[in-house]
């Protein structure tokens, strides 16, 4: 046998290799992607209570940057900005829960009394200091 | 030939599809949660209500967490029923509606009632007119929970103050009545009532069981029992006076305990550049300015928190030294310079947020 048959006839080329190996690469990345995403959704929710009760569950991680009213307390507006929740344009005679600014970590909440809301924030990310209680 | 490479082609897909399948599975096993414990994991109530203005949060973790925070919430509504100031039915407003009227005879009240008016003279004596429960005459004057607080006049903060006399409280153990022997006195429980609740939502959850649980009323007072189901303890933070609701000036761990903090920051208003603050110094009528910022107390009875973390902040930093290291209870207090006091016993409990210029003194 030639050598040339021989080039002819191997299993594999070093064409294929190459192939092999950015097809490797191309579904480990795709691997990588997945399981960060995998991670990221539902990471950090923000859970919206009116009169006790669980209204509405925002998945920070994914959400889009936006306003909006609640439906259940119409006095009581939200913004989300960058994976984070404030209060906004609340009608109500103190504005404590505006002051509160925006929250997005672990444990961290924001009330507004009149209008019976309280919106807190869950989380498995931990953060820092990772506190379950704010005393004070 | 043509063949042939068909067959290279379809050898190279399986490969690739084994290697496929071999990553994937790779991928599993590591992204696999961890094996679940052999005792079952009891999963937390968490319940929010709005009682006594202001937010209760319980979080419970019991089989019966559910039947055991909607108990607690239906006491803490009686409690409400018979503490109020702004309940026309409640005792504190029959007792005030009442006062200096020499014709009637001591309002019978609710046990609760009793106990706590009772408990507040004896603290209003104990912290030498420090604290007196029956400044309501002088927060009422200036509005500071109303739409519209205002800064009265030297002469109306006067003649409030007269009326702020807690030795003029007239308590009739054997008949459980109250009243107030002077016209225009008024009592207001808020100052104690809160911590108060933790000791009955405290005796509810041993009652029932419950060995773990995290509950905050009007995130001032919070009972801590036992860990969470992990074993790790609660880590309450402690927050920060100058920033806002959700910063913390350090960290503490307190198990099976009741925390409470008075704070300028609470409630406030501001009027011509000036910040005035909700907690009444009893022998100015003005808000307290003792150079502290915040006084956490930490005990295993929440009146006694709540009634000396007001107290202590009233009375400023020299008081916060003489109490410093008591044998029944502990004490964080936060000055204006961010300098922190704390009790020796709880030292290593405590972790000073240092990354925001607090610092240990």
Known sequence: MSREEMKKRAFFKKKDLLYILILLIISLLLFMMMKISQQKAGETVAEIYYDGQLVKTIDLSNAKNQQFHLEQQTNVSF???????????????????????????????????PNKVYVKINSNKKSNHDIDIVVG | MQRKKVFNWLITILILLVIFGVSLGITLLLSKEPPPPTTKVVQGVNKQDTLMDTLLTQLVYSEDGKVITEKVTKLLATLED???????????????????????????????????????????????????????????????????????????????????????????????????????????????????????????????????????????????????????????????????SNDTAGTLIARNKIVSTSGAYERYFEKDGKRYHHIFDPRTGYPAESGLSSVTVISDSGILTDYLSTALFIGGKEAVIKQLNNDDYSVIAIDNEKNVYISDKIKSNFTVASDKGFKLV
């Open chain 2, 82 to 244: 018979h503490t109020s100031l702004y309940k026309s039915q409640s005792d504190i407003s029959k007792i005030n509606s009442n006062a200096g009227l020499s014709e009637v005879k001591p309002i019978k009240v609710n046990s609760d009632t009793f106990y706590l008016i009772k408990k507040a003279k004896e603290y209003s004596k104990q912290s030498d007119g420090l604290f007196d429960i029956s400044i309501a005459p002088i927060t009422i004057l200036w509005g500071i929970t109303s739409e519209h607080p205002t800064v009265p006049s030297e002469e109306q903060i006067k003649e409030k103050l007269s009326l702020v006399n807690y030795k003029k409280i007239t308590i009739d153990e054997k008949n459980k009545a109250v009243k107030l022997t002077a016209p225009y006195m008024a009592l207001d429980l808020g100052a104690i009532a809160k911590g108060y609740a933790c000791d009955l939502i405290r005796d509810e959850y041993e009652k029932s069981g419950v060995s773990s649980a995290l509950t905050s009323f009007g995130g001032s007072s919070i009972l801590s029992m036992g860990t969470k189901p992990d074993g790790s303890d609660f880590s309450i933070g402690i927050r920060d006076p100058f920033g806002g």
């Open chain 1, 79 to 113: 913004e989300i900005k960058n994976g984070k929740i404030r209060f906004v344009n609340t009608i109500c005679k103190d504005k404590l829960c505006e002051k509160v600014g925006f929250i997005g970590e672990s444990n961290q909440v924001a009330v507004c009394l």
